[in-house]
Each structure stands twice: as C-alpha cells, then as structure tokens.
C-alpha cells in the first residue's frame, strides 16, 4: 500500500514536470494536455469516485503551484471531475481498450468547463469567450490523444499485484 501511493505522487510529480516544461513549448491553438487531469481520469476509472476525488485534489493542487490563476481552481476542476468519471466508470465495460481516450477527452471537456466557469465567477479576465471554449475543446482533444501513455504509467504506478481488477 505505501509503495502504491508513493508511486502514485511519482506520477504527479512527474507529470507536473513534463506538462510545465516539455509541453509548453508544444501547445496547439494555444492549448496544451491536462496531463494530471487525464491521470485523474485513469485513477477514477480504476479505483473509482472517492479516489478520483482524492487524487484530482492533490495532483490539481500541484499544477495549481505552476498558475497564475487562483489557487484551488485546477484543484477543484480536477476533484469534481475525478468524482464524476468515478461514478461513471461503475457502469463501464471495465476491459475496454478504446476507453482511455474517450475518458481523457470527456474529463478534459468537463474539467476545463468546471476550470473555466469557476474562474469566470471568481473574476478572472478573458475566461468567458470563444477563446476559452476553443482551448478547453483543443485541450481535451490533445489529452485524447497522449491519454494511452498516461493511463499506462497510473496503471503501473496503481499496480498491486494481488489485485487482478485494473486497465490494460
């Protein structure tokens, strides 16, 4: 169990390392991949809601150390959607290969609308206009397509081997 959780702030750190360094530079349309939120979505998928939770709190509060936007927000983002694709996942086909893309780009699109929302409300500037939303679309999609590689590292980092339930 300690091994499985120091494992899994291996993965946040990490992932907070190469979203704000390597992927900075490789932005689309000014929108880059929420690489903690797609590992939100794996961690919900495999453990479910109260995980998801968890695990979108504390990997949103990290990122949330690398923003300019208030501090919370990823958190709160990332939390709700690790809860909601929690509850969803129990009605999931739990050995579906295509299913890391398709809860990556959906978590995407729910946590950047929750991110933006709340970051509207809360007074930042720019967050309700066509721009956002084409970023918060671009963003999902490009966390569609590295979410193979991100659900393959949770999984590792989640692995127990006396577990057999899990994503393949």
Request: glycine share 12%.
């Amino acid at each position: 169990m300690l091994i499985r959780r120091l494992r899994l702030v291996l993965v946040v750190v990490t992932l907070v390392v190469i979203e704000t360094t390597v992927f900075r530079h490789l932005t689309i349309f000014d929108a880059l991949p929420s690489l903690c939120l797609v590992a939100t979505a794996a961690v919900a998928y495999e453990e479910g809601p109260q995980a998801g939770a968890i695990f979108g709190f504390l990997s949103g509060l990290a990122i949330d150390m690398f923003l300019s936007t208030p501090l919370g927000l990823s958190a709160l983002a990332y939390l709700l959607t690790g809860f909601g694709l929690g509850v969803f996942q129990g009605g999931v086909v739990r050995e579906t290969r295509g299913i890391a893309p398709v809860l990556a780009a959906a978590g995407g699109l729910v946590g950047g609308a929750i991110f933006v929302l709340v970051g509207g409300i809360a007074g930042e500037d720019g967050f309700f206009t066509l721009t956002s939303v084409k970023i918060v679309v671009v963003a999902a999609a490009y966390d569609a397509l590295v979410a193979p590689l991100v659900f393959w590292f949770v999984h590792w980092a989640n692995h127990d081997p006396d577990r057999t339930r899990g994503w393949r």
